[in-house]
């Protein structure tokens, strides 16, 4: 007996086993960095988390390589600051610096306030 689970449905859960399918998907939802993570990190053993074959006329997973997190999941990790040894602690002023640093960068400047989209990705090509 099996089932089928969107990334969305085994959040926050864990798995005996999980099949994922990484194949480029011509329609929407493509597969994004997040949907991969969640798909490879809901089971506690490696040995248990099995891949799909490639599709007939797929050459190569090379569409995997262009995965990549959202700038606001580096800006939030930025925020952490060590606290003697005994973990970290978020610290909001050290976000909000990484978080408007990415802006100048960007060169979209537009307040401390507004938040910063990821931009979607593209299309995968098979």
Not at 40 to 69: A, T, W, Y
Request: proline share 7%; charged share 30%; with cysteine.
């Amino acid at each position: 007996m099996s089932f089928a689970f969107t990334f969305h449905k085994v959040e926050g859960q864990t798995l005996a086993k999980v099949v994922v399918d990484v194949n480029p998907r011509p329609f929407a939802p493509h597969l994004l960095h997040s949907g991969l993570f969640t798909a490879i990190s809901r089971v506690r053993r490696s040995e248990n988390i099995r891949f799909m074959p490639l599709q007939p006329g797929c050459k190569d997973l090379n569409h995997l390589l262009k995965l990549r997190p959202p700038d606001d999941l580096y800006e939030w990790l930025d925020g952490f600051d060590a606290d003697g040894g005994e973990g970290q602690r978020w610290n909001v002023e050290k976000a909000k610096a990484a978080h408007n640093k990415h802006l100048l960068k960007q060169g979209k400047n537009r307040g401390k306030e507004r938040g910063c989209k990821s931009k979607p990705q593209k299309k995968p090509v098979c």
